[in-house]
């Protein structure tokens, strides 16, 4: 199916996660022309998006703000061109943490107990004692998210995450590990349970290679006994779906002590070098790097075939 189509790998983007998606990109590139198939990188510094002619996909790895809330999507369908992935609607809502709250909790998905705080007549603390945490609802890789343990540093953490907008989302903290399941075509991957070096999963330890800091560990399958993986991956299922995203994602899960899952985000362009996190659940499953890579595309050609010619 992907014979005689050309591929534009966009990777890069105006955000502030341009290197992480440099290197997926990178990856994607060399996965797919592995695959023998017809394939060029993009790199976007804009928000214009310039395609070699005859682009018959474009395979979008581009994270965060611009390629990941809507935004490009919306581009690429006004110039007629296919995609990877979620769509406009899915993708604007799974990147706004406090839509996606909604749309877990009417769903039924289990999630942090959360109050979204307008701060724009200044901070507000929410109803409930911290712990809690903090978040602006349109950042990744952890940016502006704070982990409020006393309530004396409460007004100091909306105020930093207040800096990127007014519609805060807190959260009840949950205790516990955290976990990641990929999403394939409706079906959850196995579990991905990530140890971070000091208990704390931010920026530092998603992306050791970028500062130098030490990185998590991750163990996949996630050593959980049958009826807790079962519980785990049927609630990421139900929050990739719940949002509508298409062809795939990566779910985030926090695990309590009483084996509780509690959803925390749906990222719809998750890390894409071979060491990221839904490759390694792919391999897990049997599926290599580049037929992951194969697979993606091809099913998103299959949902969205362009115009004919
Ligand atoms: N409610 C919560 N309780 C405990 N830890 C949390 C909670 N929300 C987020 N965290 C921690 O912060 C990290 C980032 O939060 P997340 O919601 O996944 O945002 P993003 O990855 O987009 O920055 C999580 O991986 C987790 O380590
Ligand atoms: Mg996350």
């Avoid at 604007?92 to 107990?113: E, M, Q, S, W, Y």
């Avoid at 343990?149 to 007004?155: E, L, M, V």
Wanted: aromatic letters at 6%; proline letters at 7%.
């Amino acid at each position: 199916m992907l014979a005689n189509k050309k591929i534009a790998v966009l990777m890069g983007g105006p955000g502030s996660e341009r290197q992480v998606s440099l290197a997926s990109g990178n990856a994607v590139l060399k996965a797919l022309s592995g695959l023998g198939l017809d394939v060029v990188g993009v790199d976007v510094t804009s928000t214009t998006i310039d395609l070699p002619p005859g682009t018959d996909l474009a395979f979008n790895v581009i994270h965060g703000t611009f390629g990941e809330d809507g935004q490009l999507q919306a581009a690429l369908e006004k110039l007629g061109v296919p995609y990877t992935g979620a769509g406009v609607k899915s993708s604007r809502i799974a990147f706004d943490k406090n839509l996606a709250k909604a749309a877990f909790i009417a769903a039924g998905v289990p999630t942090p107990r959360a109050e979204i705080i307008d701060v724009s007549d200044g901070p507000r603390l929410p109803s409930f004692q911290a712990p809690f945490v903090v978040k602006p609802p349109r950042e990744g890789s952890s940016v502006g998210v704070h982990i409020v343990r006393n309530q004396s540093d409460a007004t100091a953490a909306m105020a930093d995450a207040a800096k990127f907008g007014n519609d805060i989302l807190v959260e009840e903290f949950i205790e516990g590990v955290e976990l990641t399941v990929g999403i394939l075509n409706d079906q959850a991957l196995p579990i991905v349970h990530i140890i971070p070096p000091e208990g704390v999963y931010d920026m530092a330890s998603k992306y050791p290679w970028l500062s130098g800091a030490k990185g998590s560990q991750y163990i996949c399958p996630a050593d959980l006994d049958e009826e807790t993986t079962r519980v785990v991956q049927h609630a990421a299922l139900a929050a990739h779906r719940s949002l509508g995203v298409e062809i795939y994602s990566r779910v985030d899960v926090l695990l309590d002590a009483r084996n509780r899952p509690f959803v925390l985000e749906a990222n719809t362009i998750p890390g894409m070098t071979e060491t990221s996190l839904l490759p390694k659940a792919a391999v897990a499953k049997g599926i290599s790097f580049p037929d992951l890579c194969g697979i993606i595309a091809e099913l998103s050609l299959s949902l969205r075939p362009g115009t004919p010619g």
